[in-house]
């Protein structure tokens, strides 16, 4: 596949998929610290048969972290904390900055795959999975 091929509809086909799987994405966005938009690439990518090497996933992670680290988990944290504090409007504003963040790593995501030369297969969600640690029996729905 030619990297011409990554584009936003790539992420549309991603919050599609989100829908169905919202409460696990979230369960191992809080439980094992793993990024949803990596989460959700991987699944997408093997649904398409495209596979990224162990390398590239490792370079995707470390990018996604970082900017995790530093500027939407903090944000997370404070948006969670002060809930009970903001009225429903305000909390709404609070969590369209989030989607504001998560679509910036979107594009980052796509400019570094649309760098690489993938192949064929269906391994990315394993790959991904094996460096968080996580079996891949808890996302199973996931590679559906």
């Known amino acids: 596949m030619s990297s011409d091929n990554f584009s936003q509809e790539l992420w549309q086909a991603c919050e599609a998929h989100y829908q169905t799987h919202e409460a696990l994405c979230l369960k ?21 048969a495209i596979s990224l090497n162990l390398s590239q996933w ?19 944290r404070l948006r969670q904390l002060a809930k009970a504090s903001l009225s429903p409007e305000e909390y709404r504003q609070m969590l369209d900055v989030e989607l504001m963040m998560e679509r910036k790593v979107q594009k980052m995501l796509l400019t570094r795959l649309n760098q690489y030369s993938p192949g064929a297969g269906r391994e990315n969600l394993p790959t991904l999975l094996a460096e968080f640690g996580i ?10």
Not at 58 to 76: A, C, F, H, K, N
Not at 135 to 144: G, I, K, N
């Open 135 to 144: 079996d891949v029996a808890l996302v199973a729905a996931l590679a559906e």
């Open 58 to 76: 490792q370079q995707l992670i470390v990018e996604v972290s970082s900017w995790d680290e530093r500027l939407i988990g903090p944000y997370r």
């Open 28 to 48: 191992l966005q809080d439980d094992c610290q793993i990024n949803v938009n990596l989460l959700l690439l991987a699944a997408e990518l093997d649904k398409r």
